[in-house]
């Protein structure tokens, strides 16, 4: 299929600059198919921006890149009203998130006010202001990159921010032989500006709709709603997984099935991306803010294995 070639395409370009994570970027590539956003999480220096950026690249589409900091204003993400002199009304000026592919860079370095103004645009893909509303995309993705709740200067997201974005991503460290590689190469700084756009957004938009194409059976539905269920019951959660978590692992198992050349969904599409895409939605019982994640993945993964995979 013409579509999977495009795919493997994008993936290739994308791993050229980061190196031994094709599992991340495969993640990515899912909740980009499926019309989600991705939080990249993870210590300064193992990636996250230059990800982003070579998925923008590979795609010839719009894109623009936010850089939070505490004095940040929510209209300088959104955009603003000015006022022309010359025919004496007030005039919208967009903001840098009317894009098609969006890096909010350090997402937890501004204050819950600003992050909170991405909400709407995150969820239903337009921006409300002055009475009027303005629609962003398609298509519209959002990948923002946070530091460790324990650095310096972060703040906290809040449930309903981490439940806007369909996965949860970690990077982590390369290993000693690709660090060797990276050392040798610098990819960021000699591939990344090299590459070429592999589909336009017209394109793009094109294979999103074909998610939702791919067929899923009712045992497979059933494998989620038992999994949503299951977290509702843990004695060790006050917050099970919502049901805008489940269709978002639903929306993702489709993805990953359709990166894989296949018009149905397998088992396997589900288990392998359950922890990516619920662990982050879900409030232990432990309400400390450092180590919550962690714990949370914990409790999410256990709880997983008393689910009966379907056959």
Do not use: W
Request: net charge negative; aromatic share 6%; charged share 25%.
């Amino acid at each position: 299929m013409a579509s999977v070639s495009k795919l493997q395409a994008l993936r290739d370009n994308v791993e050229s600059v980061l190196l031994g994570k094709s599992e991340v970027v495969g993640q990515v590539l899912v909740a980009l198919l499926a019309r989600g956003h991705v939080l990249l999480e993870d210590v300064p220096g193992v990636g996250k921006t230059i990800l982003t950026r070579a998925i923008a690249k590979s795609i010839d589409c719009t894109f623009s890149r936010i850089q939070l900091t505490p004095d940040l204003l929510p209209s300088d993400i959104l955009g603003v009203s000015v006022y022309d002199a010359n025919t004496g009304q007030f005039t919208f000026k967009p903001g840098p998130v009317f894009a098609e592919i969006v890096l909010v860079d350090e997402i937890n370095r501004t204050t819950p006010r600003t992050q909170s103004a991405l909400l709407e645009a995150m969820n239903e893909s337009q921006v409300s202001a002055d009475g009027k509303t303005y629609p962003l995309g398609p298509p519209f993705m959002v990948l923002a990159t946070q530091n460790p709740y324990e650095f310096e200067g972060t703040y906290f997201l809040p449930e309903n921010q981490l439940d806007r974005f369909m996965l949860r991503v970690r990077i982590g460290y390369p290993d000693k032989a690709t660090e060797r590689q990276i050392l040798t190469l610098q990819p960021a700084r000699t591939r990344l500006a090299n590459l070429r756009p592999v589909m336009d957004s017209a394109e793009l938009t094109e294979i999103q709709d074909r998610v939702l194409e791919v067929r899923m059976e009712a045992a497979i539905t059933d494998y989620i709603l038992e999994i949503a269920e299951a977290t509702r019951r843990s004695q060790d959660l006050t917050i099970g997984l919502s049901p805008r978590g489940s269709l978002a692992l639903m929306q993702a198992s489709r993805a990953r099935a359709l990166m894989d050349g296949r018009d149905y969904v397998v088992p396997d599409d589900v288990k392998l991306l359950a922890t990516t895409a619920c662990a982050h939605r879900l409030l232990t019982r432990a309400l400390t803010h450092d180590g919550s994640a962690a714990a949370a993945e914990s409790i999410f993964e256990k709880i997983l294995q008393t689910v009966p995979v379907p056959q």
